[in-house]
């Protein structure tokens, strides 16, 4: 495996060469933004997001106080089964206002860190790694957080290995952010956007483009057939 001092350094060179996305830091608006859209992309995402905001709000009330009409027209710009994503959607407000009084992220601050990660996943679509990176994103928690294109870079780089499941992999790739030193809020959100970028635009999982990417140098090119 490469050394905790090499994911340093290659972080260094991808934070020279990209620039990610802007994403959502306040817990309900997070898990709203992975619910907006049915594999959708960054762009056309932040698109959805962004009416949904103009159109309906961006509160655990405004989604209640909604017509199923008028979420129904939302939920249909963002692709398949428009149907479950308004009921998602209504999951979402209901939870918050059930679980968590109707302030999430206050309830999350107030919870032992095991109890707020297992409301966090309570929610549509939130497991493990939406989960921390919730905790990550928002200031709750420290943790490291990775998405699949960033565990795939890992694996391509030789950070880790591919396991049996997704669970274990997932787990092997935040240890690598560990033991790599890095846990201050700011070092860790830049891992996991720095390294879910390129996986998205250069180390994808299929055809990646490895002559324009900035560690190809070092990268053992490892072959990743499920992420």
Not at 47 to 69: K, Q, T, Y
Not at 128 to 133: C, I, N, Q, T, V
Not at 138 to 149: K, Y
Not at 150 to 160: E, K, P, Q, S
């Amino acid at each position: 495996m490469a050394s905790a001092g090499a994911l340093i350094a290659d972080l260094a060179a991808l934070k020279r060469t990209t620039t990610p996305a802007a994403v959502p830091t306040e817990p309900f608006q997070m898990i709203l933004w992975e619910n907006i859209g049915y594999l959708v992309d960054d762009e056309r995402r932040r698109r959805l997001f962004d009416a949904f905001e103009a159109e309906i709000g961006l509160s655990p009330g405004a989604i209640e106080a909604a017509s199923d009409a008028a979420l129904l027209a939302r939920a249909k710009l963002g692709g398949m089964r428009p149907e479950t994503r308004v009921q998602r959607w209504r999951e979402i407000a209901r939870l918050i206002r059930e679980r968590a009084g109707g302030d999430l992220a206050a309830t999350l601050r107030a919870l032992p860190l095991a109890k707020a990660r297992a409301l966090l996943k309570a929610f549509p679509v939130i497991a493990d790694p939406g989960a921390d990176k919730v905790l990550l994103f928002s200031g709750i928690a420290a943790r490291p957080a990775l998405e699949s294109n960033g565990l795939r870079v890992l694996i391509r780089l030789g950070y880790c290995a591919e396991q049996k499941s997704y669970d274990a992999t997932y787990k092997g790739g935040i240890a690598v952010l560990a033991a790599a030193g890095l846990s201050d809020r700011a070092g860790l959100m830049d891992a996991y956007l720095l390294l879910r970028e390129h996986g998205r635009t250069l180390c994808r999982r299929g055809q990646p483009l490895c002559t324009a990417c900035p560690l190809s140098e070092a990268c053992p090119r490892q072959p990743v057939e499920r992420f």
